[in-house]
């Protein structure tokens, strides 16, 4: 399967928004991890040499090269399997801004936690607000964005939601200012990118944490396998 690559590219550069959510997630984190949608590998690079037994999935061919490449001289496994054609279990499974991608959503989830140990974590992040879905969010290939009623109303067999919280409180309001004066625009630049990282990320960090993470334009959801 192939993605448009552009925004990876791009995204790449946001190294402090990558540090904020694994600082977060962190503590989820557990040896045996499977990361769906690995990209060209940008969050790969925040944990690869914390934790051992590593496994990178990604179904673009041309990104599975990359991060073959990439990680070259680490001790990790790479697959272009969909995750219910990988045939071992893992402690930790995370999908960062992968989910949106997929058609059968709820499906997906459950075979995750079917790739799960008991007392293993399902990690999710995901692009919040409906009614924020624009010209990039077609162009990257998402099919929907999501509200925080989608984690709380699907129940999955035992399994417990561990915590549902919303991101990035400034992007929210980015976006409707991106919108007003570059109504045109489908993909952000590099340079815009940058600035809201390296000026924008940092405020947004302690302003979550002051709202106490009740509104933002990303979701975050972690499940534990019982």
């Known amino acids: 399967m192939e993605y448009p690559g552009l925004e990876l590219e791009t995204f790449d550069k946001a190294k402090i928004w990558r540090k904020y959510i694994f600082f977060l997630i962190k503590k989820y984190f557990k040896n045996e991890i499977l990361e769906v949608g690995a990209g060209i590998g940008s969050f790969t690079k925040n944990y690869i040499n914390e934790f051992?037994?590593?496994?990178?999935?990604?179904?673009?061919?041309?990104?599975?090269?990359?991060?073959?490449?990439?990680?070259?001289?680490?001790?990790?496994d790479t697959s272009d399997k969909l995750i219910q054609n990988i045939n071992k279990k893992f402690n930790t499974i995370i999908y960062l801004n992968v989910l949106e991608h997929i058609e059968g959503d709820i499906d997906e989830i459950n075979n995750a936690l079917e790739k799960l140990n008991s007392n293993g974590y399902l990690i999710v992040l995901v692009p919040a607000h409906n009614k924020l879905y624009s010209k990039f969010d077609k162009a990257v290939g998402h099919v929907k964005r999501y509200e925080l009623d989608f984690f709380k109303k699907n129940k999955f067999e035992n399994t417990e939601l561990v915590d549902l919280y919303y991101l990035d409180c400034l992007g929210y309001l980015l976006y409707y200012i991106n919108r007003i004066f570059f109504k045109e625009e489908t993909y952000p630049s590099k340079f815009k990118v940058m600035v809201w990282d390296k000026f924008f990320t940092p405020i947004t960090i302690l302003i979550d944490f002051l709202l106490r993470y009740r509104f933002g334009k990303n979701i975050m959801c972690i499940y534990r396998k019982k």
């Open 52 to 76: 051992n037994n590593i496994t990178l999935s990604e179904t673009d061919s041309k990104n599975l090269d990359y991060i073959k490449k990439k990680f070259a001289t680490k001790k990790i």
